[in-house]
């Protein structure tokens, strides 16, 4: 399968700093299933195109790899390795994060601008009505062309195929064509290949921030990317029309995660915000950053205390900041309490340099829903740009996880973690930040705590 973007901005090679990929070079990624690689098949001041392909293996995909590997796909003949589908948006996803978030070092206006863009994708299934493609992609400016492939060419009276070779052109922010493909692709596959959970409900509604609420096929778009599960699509909708939730609302989520259920029963969420909470007060910090703070609950902790005199909550996804603002009660609380507390959208993995200046950091149960190759970047972006005195850190011990009943061996305790620790894993990689970044650290157990086992949750506290 074959992705292609170009420009004619001029001078079009800037199209390689909002991708963060230079022309010069052939860039790859593996991936779980495959290989991304990108290049650049032409590279002028007039034009610039972007190329990526998948080298996928059909064999890992029915047998799975190591011992007790599953397979994606339940039958060897398949079109997953040819054809564009939800393997092309995760690649997509993983290869060009950071075009996602829409920032740009050094051509941040430029990535804030409307720009010609042209993508083809091809191959590109086509499952349901004939003019499906065009109902999807026209409606957010696309000028659309299809490309048919006949289903024999010795036998022309066979008819078309099922795929077709799509171009799209438009005046548009490179974001915003990156999450309209992330999104359409796989609706029009239709045939998703991974688990379907809340998370990924979560993830349909960050990309389609903007647009998809206003989308005449916006039913079909729910049904279709949360693979039919009616009770998602139904959620997604309700929540694509209904961005003013009532308070009570916030404190009962529809469905608990996996994870919370999992841990309720020792009461872990509560314990863990408590004790990092108590553990910045004994540090004596005054100004926090909590990364990654999700719907507020460590930030309306803090605010009990008047030690913490400002307090900035930051997080990728703009849904939990909403939560958060609501969950506290920012409109309805005193100036001088208002002046306390801020919260901003902010990727944990790009050097911000609204995350400098603070007597302390919290990351409570953030790095495990990284990929591992993203920590380096996230370590530079705390340890290095932000430096502060002080970095709280918390994430799941995986040896604790033999204690759940109800969780399989060898899964984790949410289905987006990208890797649960064990003590000494968790221990060693502190460790290795500490001493690279003039760091001293402490470990601490959250949680009850078998003597085989350790923690149910595990904590470093670095100091300078």
């Known amino acids: 399968m074959l992705l292609t973007i170009s420009t004619t901005h001029s001078p079009a090679t800037d199209l390689g700093y909002l991708l963060h990929k230079h022309p010069e070079g052939v860039h790859e990624v593996d991936l779980s299933f495959g290989k ?24 890992s995909l029915v047998r799975g790899k190591g011992k007790q590997a599953t397979g994606m796909m339940d039958q060897y003949v398949n079109d997953r390795p040819y054809a564009a589908s939800s393997f092309l948006s995760v690649a997509l996803g993983r290869a060009v994060n950071t075009a996602f978030g829409g920032r740009s070092k050094e051509r941040q206006e430029l990535a804030d601008t409307a720009i010609p863009l042209e993508a083809t994708v091809q191959p590109l299934p086509r499952r349901g009505d004939d003019d499906v493609i065009h109902r999807l992609f026209e409606p957010l400016g696309y000028n659309v062309v299809l490309e048919e492939y006949p289903l024999d060419p010795e036998n022309p009276n066979w008819g078309p195929s099922p795929y077709v070779s799509l ?44 647009w998809l609420g206003d989308h005449p096929e916006k039913e079909l778009i729910a049904r279709r990317y949360l693979r039919h599960r009616r009770s998602l699509a139904e959620e997604a909708l309700r929540r694509l029309a209904d961005d ?87 409109d309805r609380v005193s100036e001088r309490q208002r ?27 953030v790095i495990e829903h990284l990929d591992p ?9 705390v340890f290095e740009f932000a430096a502060p005195d002080a970095v709280v850190v918390t994430t799941p011990n995986r040896d604790y996880n033999a204690t759940f009943e109800a969780l399989p061996a060898g899964e984790f305790r949410h289905a987006d973690h990208r890797f649960e620790w064990t003590r000494s894993e968790f221990e060693d990689w502190a460790s290795t930040v500490a001493e690279r970044h003039g760091y001293k650290v402490n470990f601490a157990p959250i949680g009850e705590v078998d003597p085989n086992l350790g923690a149910a949750s595990q904590m470093a506290v670095f100091t300078r």
């Open 339 to 365: 002046k306390r507390v801020r919260l901003i959208q902010g990727a944990l993995t790009y050097r911000d340099a609204r995350f400098s200046d603070f007597d302390a950091i919290a990351l409570v149960e």
């Open 36 to 59: 991304a690689i990108m290049f650049y098949p032409e590279a002028g001041d007039e034009r610039c195109t972007f190329a990526m392909t998948l080298e996928i293996d059909p064999i």
């Open 373 to 381: 190759d993203r920590l380096p970047a996230l370590e530079r972006t």
């Open 167 to 210: 171009r799209l052109s438009t005046e548009i922010r490179l974001k915003s064509l990156l999450e309209h493909l992330f999104v359409l692709i796989p609706v029009l596959d239709n045939r998703k290949h991974y688990f379907v959970s809340n998370d990924e409900l979560e993830k349909l509604l960050r990309k389609g921030e903007g």
């Open 244 to 330: 003013d939730l009532p308070d009570e609302a916030l404190d009962q989520p529809a469905q608990d995660n996996a994870e919370e259920a999992l841990e309720k029963p020792i009461r872990l969420h509560d314990r863990r915000l408590d004790t990092v909470a108590q553990t910045l007060l004994e540090l004596g910090a005054a100004r926090v950053l909590d990364l990654g703070c999700g719907e507020g609950k460590l930030i309306a902790r803090l605010l009990k205390d008047k030690q913490f005199t400002e307090i900035v909550g930051a997080d990728v996804s703009v849904r939990p900041l909403e939560i958060a603002e609501r969950r506290l009660k920012l």
